[in-house]
Each structure stands twice: as C-alpha cells, then as structure tokens.
C-alpha cells in the first residue's frame, strides 16, 4: 500500500506517523516559567543532532493553537533539561503529560523530587539515571501548526555512578523505556550486539 499524507487530515498523519517512527526515546523534560513554576512533560520525538558541541534537539506541538508550557518556557527562558526515562519512572512520566495548566507544577502531580541543576535555573529529576542540563540554541516553526523544534546545546551531564562503565552507559542498568505507537512502550532487556563492517582503507592493488 501506498499512502499520500497529503490525503490524510492531520490526526491520521500524526497516528501513522508515531507508529511507524518506532521505538522513540523518551525526553522527560524540565522547565520553568519566567516567575519560576516549575513544569515537567513527556516528549519521544526526541533526538541527538551533534556531538561538538553535543545538542539535541525535541520537537513540541501546540495546544489549541497555543505553545504548550515547555516551548513557552524554553522561550522565555533558554533553559531546560532533558531527563532519560527509565522503567523506574515511566508510569509516573505518562502521568505528568497530562494537559495541565502552566501553573501546575507536575513535580508535585507525580511526587518526583527536583534536584538542583549546576548550569541552568531548572531543576533535572533526582529520580532519572541521565540528566543533560541544556541552553537553547535554536528554535525553528516547523509546519502548518507551527510545531517548535527546539534545538539545545548539553552544558552539564548527569549519570548515575551504578550504571557508567568506562565512559559509557550500560543499557541494561539504565532499563530506558521507548514509545511506540498509541499507548505502547517497549523496555529494553532484549539487546543484540552486531558489529560494523572493518573496510581496509589501503586495499592491497588488484591483479590487472
Ligand atoms: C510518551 C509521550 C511522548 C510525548 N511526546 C510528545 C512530543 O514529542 N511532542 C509533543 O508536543 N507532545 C508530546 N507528548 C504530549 C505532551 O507530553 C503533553 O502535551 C504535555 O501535556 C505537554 O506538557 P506542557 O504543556 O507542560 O509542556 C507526549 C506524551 C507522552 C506520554
């Protein structure tokens, strides 16, 4: 089958699209308002988008026309942190994403507790194994609803000492939740390790 998202109202490109863009990291971001409420929301479409300096990048729709509270506090603000989700706090993440106004601090809706971030003003959630404090870099209106995506540079890095192992995280203690399509998530406890190919950069020359 083959389908024209031109021929499909926003809705159904939206359904399709979120179960075929499959599994989705979960940034569970952290923002404040300009009078210093705090906010806390669930976002998938999520990704890395450069290394030097390290920056990633969330995109957020609106709410009847409006920016929802973490765009509108990113604007005015520059600041938020991008906290991993982890099984641990994943029932509480779907809970926070509630359409609650901007003055409802969904720290307290889920009883996450706000630690102190080192850069930024927003507090990161104690109870996630990998923070990254950002600063704004960039934000671009992408599309018809003018669906922000916000692109931000990492200034400091949270890991949880248990699950670094030389440099790196080790994903079967992290225990990172994706979303799927829907209501559905995936864990992440089945992990295959497949190798890149080696390319020989000085091929011996071949017989003529
Ligand atoms: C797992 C999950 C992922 C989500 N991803 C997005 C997303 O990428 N973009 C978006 O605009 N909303 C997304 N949402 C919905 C927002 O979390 C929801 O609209 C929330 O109320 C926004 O909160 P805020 O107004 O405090 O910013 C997601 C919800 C869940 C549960």
Same mark, same amino acid.
């Given at each position: ?38 906010? +806390?929301?669930?976002?998938?479409? $999520?990704?890395?988008?450069?290394? %030097? ?28 942190? !991008? ?16 359409? $609650?106004?901007?003055? !409802?601090?969904? $720290? ?31 934000? !671009? +209106? ?5 669906? =922000? ?9 949270? !890991?949880?000492?248990?699950? +670094? ?6 994903? =079967? ?6 979303? +799927? ?25 071949? %017989?003529?």
């Amino acid at each position: 089958m083959k389908i024209d998202p031109s021929q499909l109202g926003p809705k159904e490109n939206y359904l399709l699209l979120i179960s075929a863009i499959v599994p989705r990291p979960i940034a569970f971001v952290s923002t404040q308002g300009r009078g210093g409420a705090l906010n +806390l929301a669930p976002f998938s479409f $999520f990704m890395g988008v450069s290394t %030097d300096p390290p920056t990633v990048a969330i995109s957020v729709g609106r709410r009847k026309g409006e920016k929802k509270d973490t765009s509108q506090n990113i604007a005015d603000t520059g600041e938020f942190v !991008v906290n991993v989700v982890d099984e641990s706090v994943a029932k509480r993440m779907v809970q926070s994403s509630g359409d $609650f106004p901007p003055d !409802v601090d969904e $720290f307290a809706i889920t009883g996450l507790t706000p630690a102190p971030s080192e850069r930024v003003r927003p507090p990161r959630v104690a109870e996630c194994k990998v923070s990254l404090e950002c600063r704004e870099v960039l934000t !671009v +209106l992408v599309g018809r609803k003018k669906q =922000s995506l916000i692109l931000g540079q990492i200034l400091m890095i949270h !890991v949880d000492d248990a699950i +670094l192992d030389g440099g790196v995280i080790d994903t =079967s203690k992290l225990r990172p939740i994706g979303r +799927l399509g829907g209501s559905n998530y995936s864990r992440t406890r089945d992990i295959i390790e497949m190798l890149r190919p080696q390319i020989d950069p000085n091929p011996p020359p071949k %017989d003529p």
